[in-house]
């Protein structure tokens, strides 16, 4: 873990976090809101539409320092993104699909979270000079992966995904939610399924995972575009 700021800002910070940073945790997913307040002593973002969230923890104690579940520094992959309606920025760290970059593990079904830590900075690929980032913070626990299994095409799932495009056994209305893998929601669909390929719009390579519900399906499907 790359620490530029001084332990005076660090303690500051800790003080004021509170009405700047809050989050909820349900099913190993937490949701982060940043800025409502108007306060960024925690972290500036001077004026970016996007902030970087690095993100490490280890899967049961919670030992950030010694943590078995790290990004790399250089490859930062959940964000914050500013949303109007909320006047604040507002992301998602779903433990139940994030790629650790650093480890390149994702946390295995029903794992048992305490807590994550989190470091706000200004570049996936790391920090401008003079290494604009907040202090480490630990976002608590704990929290319960969710043991949906991920489709395995070896196991002869339900639906897969091909050229961006969904094959599902399922008919009828189906509620479609596509993951990033950082967690973020990138796209949400509600369509009337008849047997043919449906297309699901994506316009940005990466690894997703997209969760399927209906009347008689509920998969998910992890995929590369």
Do not use: C
């Given at each position: 873990?790359?620490?530029?700021?001084?332990?005076?800002?660090?303690?500051?910070?800790?003080?004021?976090?509170?009405?700047?940073?809050?989050?909820?945790?349900?099913?190993?997913?937490?949701?982060?809101?940043?800025?409502?307040?108007?306060?960024?002593?925690?972290y500036?973002?001077?004026?970016?539409?996007?902030?970087?969230?690095?993100?490490?923890?280890?899967?049961?104690?919670?030992?950030?320092?010694?943590?078995?579940?790290?990004?790399?520094?250089?490859?930062?992959?959940?964000?914050m993104?500013?949303?109007?309606?909320?006047?604040?920025?507002?992301?998602?760290?779903?433990?139940?699909?994030?790629?650790?970059?650093?480890?390149?593990?994702?946390?295995?079904?029903?794992?048992?979270?305490?807590?994550?830590?989190?470091v706000?900075?200004?570049?996936?690929?790391?920090?401008?000079?003079?290494?604009?980032?907040?202090?480490?913070?630990?976002?608590?626990?704990?929290?319960?992966?969710?043991?949906?299994?991920?489709?395995?095409?070896?196991?002869?799932?339900?639906?897969?995904?091909?050229?961006?495009?969904?094959?599902?056994?399922?008919?009828?209305?189906?509620?479609?939610?596509?993951?990033?893998?950082?967690?973020?929601i990138?796209?949400?669909?509600?369509?009337?399924?008849?047997?043919?390929?449906?297309?699901?719009?994506?316009?940005?390579?990466?690894?997703?995972?997209?969760?399927?519900?209906?009347?008689n399906?509920?998969?998910?499907?992890?995929?590369?575009?």
């Amino acid at each position: 873990m790359k620490k530029f700021y001084s332990m005076a800002l660090a303690a500051f910070a800790g003080v004021a976090l509170s009405a700047q940073l809050t989050y909820t945790v349900s099913n190993g997913i937490y949701k982060l809101t940043y800025g409502k307040s108007g306060d960024w002593s925690f972290y500036d973002p001077q004026g970016a539409p996007t902030i970087y969230v690095h993100v490490w923890s280890a899967q049961s104690d919670g030992d950030n320092n010694q943590g078995n579940f790290d990004d790399a520094w250089t490859n930062s992959n959940t964000t914050m993104v500013w949303d109007n309606a909320e006047g604040a920025f507002v992301g998602t760290i779903n433990l139940n699909t994030k790629l650790f970059t650093n480890s390149n593990t994702t946390m295995p079904q029903g794992a048992v979270v305490q807590r994550i830590g989190i470091v706000l900075k200004d570049q996936q690929n790391g920090t401008s000079a003079p290494g604009r980032q907040s202090a480490d913070k630990d976002l608590d626990g704990p929290t319960t992966l969710s043991t949906m299994s991920v489709s395995d095409f070896s196991r002869k799932a339900k639906s897969q995904v091909a050229a961006g495009k969904l094959f599902t056994a399922a008919k009828g209305n189906l509620a479609l939610t596509v993951y990033e893998s950082g967690g973020r929601i990138v796209k949400t669909l509600k369509v009337n399924a008849n047997g043919n390929p449906i297309d699901l719009g994506l316009s940005q390579k990466g690894v997703y995972l997209i969760t399927i519900s209906g009347e008689n399906i509920s998969d998910s499907v992890k995929f590369a575009y």
